[in-house]
């Protein structure tokens, strides 16, 4: 008999042990600040299931773009743009809102995928979303301005996703 209830009382420490561990998880918000030629921090680390709020302002003297993604594709020889956008490769629409007038977008860009560009000094955008399953693993942020002088120059960045 103190087996079973032994076992019985095991079972439920150990049910409700597993669904804390599925609990969503705290949010999470990181300041972005895009300069000549560089994101700080040039690493950030999120967790899937847990709310993301990433702030992003240009802090240099020249327009700044941030994506996510992998597999750098070029153009004429030059960095243009992510083969997987991470965005789009695992189906989430992120919520982003400006500080300023500028839209995402706004300018003609000749790479495509998610982009936030904040061409003033000063301006600031907000890009909120939740990582997913999809989404595990290493991203690059880039800014690909100046047909990828920025990039080359060193902007880029790591984002990882974890399980």
Known sequence: MKKVIFSFVFIFI????????????????????????????????VKVGQPVTLEVINNGSLEHEIMFGQQVTLMENRPNGYMTEMFTSAGVDPETMMGTDTMEGMHEESHSGFMVVLPETGDRATITFTPTEKMVGEWEMGCFEQEGVHYDAGMKGTLVVQP
Not at 21 to 31: C, D, L, R
């Open 14 to 45: 150990a049910g409700i042990l597993a669904a804390c561990a599925q609990a969503t998880s705290e949010p999470v918000s990181y300041t972005i600040e895009m300069s000549e030629f560089a994101f700080s921090p040039s690493t950030v680390e």
